[in-house]
């Protein structure tokens, strides 16, 4: 059974279906429609394959394949995943479908739209999975220009100034980080890209180190995005389209957290070190300063926007705090978020499809009129403040314990944030559902509509099974997870040292 | 033979010149026949002259890999640099001759003479791979420069191709008359133009380097200097540049994508064979100059590029901003460096001239939707122009599964490995700059609705399938470009 190389076939089935996709006449929309749905669906199905034989207590790398590729240059196609990986691939293939019937009622360009989608998603799917520097930095662009063209094409009144930022602090970082790829090629005996054998064998000095670390991370920053370079997000966020807006929320921004926890700390583990604080300071700034611009905003997309810049400083700062519970939590926390804030985006998606305005002054009472909308709403804000019980308390809780244990007074910042958390979301949910509705158009409007629901039901109860039995996900984190978190916090064992260890029987 | 006492006859050995003799003829061929044949067949003996006379050398050109020798007494060198950029030369000629047929037709210019300049200028072009001498180096110049000039003019009812035309030619003999005074200012230090001893003892720039005392060596440095200034004009380089935005802009799209793709391999294969193979033990004299070039190349085509409201001024900026990419290659001054430089040349050739194909095809006749907001919702009226459009700009931009991404990681790449990291970050920030006026391309394919008419477009099937081909070549060596580099790194320079 796990002969078969499931990883790899999950990671080309949606750009395969895309593939096939082109083929079908522009005019048989339903066809497409129901053509990216099943692809995305066959991804899941395949991804499942993934999880179910995925051992659980190995830390390693487990499921890929590895073949050659361009040989001279040491490149090759080299994939595999750890229990890090592991939820970043299933988060993409699960969220996937449920974009794709977010967006079922796009009626213009609708096959150059699914094709796209589709194509994001392969290019997601192999970030998470290579393990070959070359490979990603491929696939780490590659997902670039399909979102670029999503919110380009289908997004909202300011979606060209918002692509255009979102692609060029992309690509800023990225490009920086393509020069520290190819000097970490050059600095080991017999150049190569391949992740597990660079790993094995580079170590810079210190100012080097520095210097590499930099460029990694601010690729990686901008991604994830950590304050000052959060810009982008917003804009972005707000103008692209619903499925758009659960992809870049749901998955591209976890590619961001994903490098660091893949690439820069374990290549660079010193100088990730010396930078902690300074990341830390970053993450909690960034948590503080989210929540509170996102308190200010009248556009209830952007207001979901900026909240994910508040949940991802938790995250950034759990992974860089060097405690088990806070990586592990971090990481299921990208997860968490992942399920809510896609959630909220579809909300707010069928919100718009109903009343064509994000205003929030433009709602008000539809508690009334859309009673099961309004109750997912609450549930979905009430997950993603961290209520107990549901997942979004797991995720945080577990990175506040992290960061008492080894930064108690960071703590203090942090846990303010969940109360801003709170203001922002209840206050949201507070105007726009709760008490009369005083505009006629809000006391007419349509409740979920069957599509709405299958969509969202699958989030609802992730959200509940993660809140009360978080165990499957956490067993299979902690592994990977506690690597990481050694190296950090010691740095990694000199080749010499970690030969001589392996030849002991 | 009857042989006079005392002479011996020069060694002559045409194998080395074979392609640029077998372009020439067909040239000449094609002059012939046309004048014979005139309108009877369709104008179809043109073409198909022309690709048979390409066929040729690309031919004679494989005959002789492999082969290291040196030849006509020190003035050409047969070696895997100058097969390899013969092949390529070659290669771009076949693609302009079938794009151009479908344009000069639309057009109502074609004629024999425009298929035999092609053929003269890429004779010229593969010259200047394999001089060895800077005579030789200066002849195959004038030969493809002066071909060139013409084509540039070619859209002789328009003014604006006659300006262009005629700006290039009075920069191009300026810049001309730079290179002769280098070369006399060498000749004048070292007594020689040879580059390598044609045979053992004779004099060449190479022995006189390794016999004479870094002190002694004032005037052929500046002479150096002096020959880059004039090579910088071909290939477009800061601050030698000036003509390149004019003469893009007129000449006809088929042969500005000739002269992008072709002057740039020409006028790069003639610097690498000599600053990277002759003059390399003057690298510390000549790198710095390079490398200010270079950064200033960069940064100023890709940030002129951003302003520009036509297409094809904007790509004569991004293809001075390639010349700062390339030249990162050359100071590298390593076998990888000029590997990664032949392979950047090659792809970004097929790219660009991919790109105006695309321009030639879609901007109707006499070129009149050239600029920006003539693309308005190009995707939807022509999907796979304006996707083929995106592959190119994407490829010229360096992202990732297309050919332009592996150049200049190659070239990126052999910078950093001779310690040239801040010359890399300049690279890779100008990139970025880059990329905006290229997505500046795909927001008007993409996302804005046309608002004018429906603009006429040229007709035809060569036009199509050439950037059929360029798209699929653009697309496969961006996937696997393992056997392009190889050849390219088995591409050396073979020094005597």
Redesign the interface.
């Given at each position: 059974m796990s002969d078969v190389p499931f990883l790899d076939i999950t990671i080309f089935v949606p750009l395969a279906g895309a593939l096939l996709l082109a083929f079908i006449p522009t005019q048989r929309s339903t066809w497409i429609r129901y053509g990216a749905l099943a692809v995305s669906l066959i991804a899941f199905v395949t991804s499942l394959g993934v999880l179910l034989n995925f051992e659980t207590s190995n830390a390693g790398f487990q499921l890929g394949s590895t073949a050659s590729w361009i040989p001279q240059w040491g490149i090759s196609y080299a994939t595999g995943v750890d229990g890090i990986s592991l939820w970043m691939v299933m988060l993409t293939t699960f969220l996937m479908p449920l974009g794709i019937l977010a967006s079922w009622s796009i009626e213009k360009r609708l096959k150059p739209y699914f094709i796209f989608l589709l194509a994001l998603e392969t290019g997601m799917l192999g970030v998470f999975s290579s393990l070959d520097l070359f490979l990603f930095y491929v696939f780490w662009e590659a997902t670039l220009v399909p979102m670029y063209l999503l919110i380009g094409m289908w997004g909202y009144e300011r979606r060209i100034y918002a692509a255009m930022k979102f692609f060029l602090f992309t690509l800023v970082g990225s490009l920086l980080m393509l020069a520290a790829i190819l000097y970490v090629y050059f600095s080991v005996q017999n150049p190569t890209f391949n992740y597990q054998t660079l790993l094995a064998q580079v170590h810079f000095d210190a100012g080097v180190q520095r210097w590499l670390f930099l460029a990694f991370f601010a690729s990686f920053a901008v991604k994830v995005p950590l304050v000052p370079l959060h810009t982008w997000l917003p804009d972005a966020h707000t103008e692209a389209p619903t499925a758009g807006s659960v992809m870049l929320a749901g998955v591209l921004l976890k590619m961001g957290v994903y490098g660091l926890i893949r690439f820069a700390i374990p290549l660079f583990p010193n100088a990730a070190r010396e930078f902690v604080p300074w990341i830390m300071a970053l993450a909690i700034i960034g948590i503080v300063y989210g929540a509170v611009v996102a308190i200010m905003q009248r556009d209830l997309k952007r207001l979901v926007a900026y909240s994910s810049v508040a949940h991802l400083g938790f995250v950034v700062l759990g992974v860089f705090v060097g405690s088990i519970q806070g990586m592990s939590g971090g990481i299921l926390q990208m997860v968490n978020h992942g399920l809510s804030t896609g959630a909220l985006f579809m909300l707010v998606g069928a919100l718009y499809d109903r009343r064509h305005t994000r205003r929030i002054a433009d709602f008000g009472g539809l508690a009334k009129s859309v009673p099961i909308l309004s109750g997912v709403f609450l549930f979905v804000a009430l997950s993603s403040l961290g209520l107990p019980g549901l997942n979004g308390f797991v995720g945080e809780f577990l990175v506040l314990l992290g960061t008492f244990l080894s930064y108690r007074w960071w703590v203090i910042p942090a846990a303010f944030g969940i109360v801003l958390a709170a203001i922002y979301l209840l206050w949201a949910y507070q105007r726009v559902f709760q008490g009369e509705p005083d505009l006629e158009a809000n006391r007419t409007l349509p409740d979920l509509r069957v599509r709405e629901m299958i969509m969202l039901a699958p989030l609802v109860a992730l959200i509940v099974f993660i809140g009360v039995y978080p165990k499957p996900f956490l067993d299979r984190i902690e592994p990977a997870a506690q690597r990481v978190v050694t190296v950090l916090n010691q740095g990694r064992p000199t080749p010499e040292l970690q030969s001589s260890a392996e030849t002991q029987p | 033979m009857i042989v006079a006492a005392g002479f011996t006859a020069p060694h002559v050995e045409l194998a080395g010149i074979g392609p640029e003799v077998a372009l020439v003829v067909a040239g000449l061929v094609l002059l012939v026949v046309d004048a014979l044949v005139g309108d009877r067949w369709g104008g179809w003996h043109l073409p198909v002259l022309a690709t048979a006379g390409f066929a040729a050398a690309i031919v004679l050109a494989v005959g002789v890999w492999g082969q290291n020798d040196i030849q006509f007494s020190g003035m050409i060198a047969t070696d895997g640099f100058a097969v390899f950029s013969k092949i390529v030369l070659a290669t771009f000629g076949v693609l302009t001759v079938w794009l151009a047929r479908d344009y000069l037709t639309a057009e109502g210019i074609e004629e024999g003479e425009f298929y035999a300049l092609l053929t003269f200028a890429v004779a010229g072009m593969m010259l200047m791979a394999s001089a060895a001498d800077l005579i030789v180096v200066f002849l195959a110049l004038e030969m493809f420069s002066l071909a060139l000039y013409v084509l540039v003019g070619f859209r002789r009812r328009s003014r604006a191709s006659q300006e262009s035309a005629l700006k290039y030619f009075l920069l191009g003999a300026f810049s001309s008359a730079f290179f002769l005074l280098g070369i006399a200012l060498c000749y004048g230090a070292t007594g020689t133009t040879n580059f390598y001893p044609a045979t053992q003892g004779d004099p060449s720039l190479l022995t006189y380097l390794a016999s004479t005392a870094p002190e002694h060596l004032g005037l052929l440095v500046i002479g150096t200097g002096l020959l880059i200034v004039g090579l910088g004009f071909k290939i477009a380089a800061v601050p030698f540049h000036m003509w390149t935005p004019d003469a893009y802009q007129g000449a006809p799209s088929p042969v500005t994508g000739f002269m992008a793709a072709g002057s740039k391999l020409a006028g790069f294969a003639a610097l690498l064979r000599l600053l990277d193979a002759t003059l390399f033990s003057l690298r510390t004299d000549w790198r710095p100059l390079l490398i200010a070039v270079a950064v200033a190349t960069m940064i100023i085509g890709s940030v002129l590029a951003v302003v520009q409201e036509d297409v094809k001024r904007m790509l004569a900026y991004s293809s001075i901003a390639h010349a700062g990419f390339v030249l990162t290659g050359v100071i590298a001054t390593s076998d990888p460096g000029v590997a990664g430089a032949l392979f950047y040349l090659a792809t970004y050739g097929i790219t660009v001239l991919g790109a105006f194909a695309v321009i030639a095809v879609i901007s109707g006749r006499e070129e009149r939707y050239v600029r920006l907001t003539d693309m308005k919702g190009l995707?939807?009226e022509r999907p796979a122009m304006a996707g083929a459009l995106t592959l190119f700009l994407?490829s010229l931009a360096g992202?990732?599964?297309t050919s332009g991404?592996v150049g200049k990681?190659l070239v990126?790449?052999a910078a950093?490995?001779s310690g040239y990291?801040a010359l890399?970050?300049v690279g890779?920030?100008t990139?970025?700059i880059a990329?905006?006026f290229y997505?500046r391309v795909?927001?008007v394919m993409?996302?804005?609705e046309r608002d004018g008419e429906v603009e006429v477009s040229r007709g035809g099937w060569f036009g199509p399938a050439v950037i059929g081909l360029a798209a699929a070549t653009t697309i496969v060596l961006g996937l696997?470009?393992?056997p392009l580099?190889?050849l390219a790194?088995k591409a050396r320079f073979f020094t005597g």
């Open positions: - | 995707f939807y994407l992202v990732p599964v991404f990681l990126f790449g950093i490995q990291t890399v970050v890779v920030l990139s970025a990329a905006f997505l795909l927001v993409y996302m804005q696997y470009w393992g580099i190889d790194e």
